[in-house]
Nanobody
Framework: VQLQASGGGLVQAGGSLRLSCAAS????????ISWFRQAPGKERDFVSA????????YLADSVKGRFTISRDNARSTVNLQMSSLKPEDTAVYYC???????????????????WGQGTQVTVSS
């Protein structure tokens, strides 16, 4: 399994960015593909998840109303559209996949077996 994250960059507060996670190496039916983020000196936190089969989505409370996760089956890509960005959104963003997670555990990074390399998002005030 390979996950390739892209789309990070520098943006002013209030701006938007779109992250993409290209997934390859297997069929992801039944998997969760998720985004986590890690700010300097902090733990890696859950941001959003999507179930590949059916497309059910989940968002952390801190990003509800601002971020949207979606998938493109044809391109095997999961996108994270981020709007109304705040300086506190600054972090390295990672995509990850899990075959073991369920609804009650998908927010735990321990459930994820494969991780992308991360992409830096910096929001200036």
């Amino acid at each position: 399994v390979q996950l390739q994250a892209s789309g990070g960059g520098l943006v002013q507060a209030g701006g938007s960015l779109r992250l993409s996670c290209a997934a390859s190496g297997r069929t992801f039916r039944g998997y969760y593909i998720s985004w986590f983020r890690q700010a300097p000196g902090k733990e890696r936190d859950f941001v959003s998840a999507i179930r590949w089969s059916g497309g059910t989505t989940y968002l952390a409370d801190s990003v509800k109303g601002r971020f949207t996760i979606s998938r493109d089956n044809a391109r095997s890509t999961v996108n994270l559209q981020m709007s109304s960005l705040k300086p506190e959104d600054t972090a390295v963003y990672y995509c990850a996949s899990s075959s073991r997670a369920i609804v009650t555990t998908l927010r735990s990074r321990l459930m994820y077996d494969y991780w992308g390399q991360g992409t830096q998002v910096t929001v200036s005030s």
